[in-house]
């Protein structure tokens, strides 16, 4: 009866370790490779973290997104549990979705950056808030268009 117990505990176990490793991350693409890091996604819309495992700190997250005027929102939550991501830029206080009203106002200039690359991308700077590790996915609306960076942040 132990030895059955044993067994199954450890065949739940071996199950849930293999659904975690399930997640199915965006592609890195380095497009932009002398002005930032790799970017996860695909156009129009990609963000850069440093990749690194998880902290309780806030992650410093560019969002690079193709140039347009519409209005940006951004939300993510975890594909793995309940977990939802704050997100905030500046000194703004954490939210579930981050809202740029006119993106190309508000973009940043990368260090390096030549007036090609800025008449064809935004650079938005945010801070990302995960509660827990896991999979998570970002949905990222600009316009009438949704795009989807899923990423997975390590233990």
Not at 113 to 135: K, T
Request: aromatic share 8%; with cysteine; charged share 15%.
């Amino acid at each position: 009866m132990i030895i059955m117990w044993l067994l199954l505990s450890t065949r739940v176990a071996w199950m849930q370790t293999e659904h975690q490793m399930s997640c199915n991350e965006s592609p890195k693409h380095n497009l932009l490779s002398t002005i930032v890091g790799p970017m996860m996604g695909n156009t129009p819309a990609w963000m850069v973290d440093d990749g690194s495992g998880w902290s309780r700190g806030p992650f410093k997250t560019l969002w690079v997104l193709v140039r347009n005027s519409y209005q940006v929102r951004i939300s993510g939550h975890q594909l793995d549990g309940q977990g939802i991501a704050m997100l905030s830029r500046g000194d703004g206080s954490p939210t579930d979705m981050l809202i740029v009203t006119d993106p190309t106002k508000e973009s940043v200039t990368p260090g390096g950056a030549s007036r090609d690359i800025m008449d064809a991308y935004v650079f938005l700077p945010s801070q990302v808030r995960y509660p827990n590790p896991g999979c998570w996915e970002f949905t990222i609306r600009t316009g009438e268009q949704v795009s989807h960076v899923v990423r997975l942040l390590k233990p």
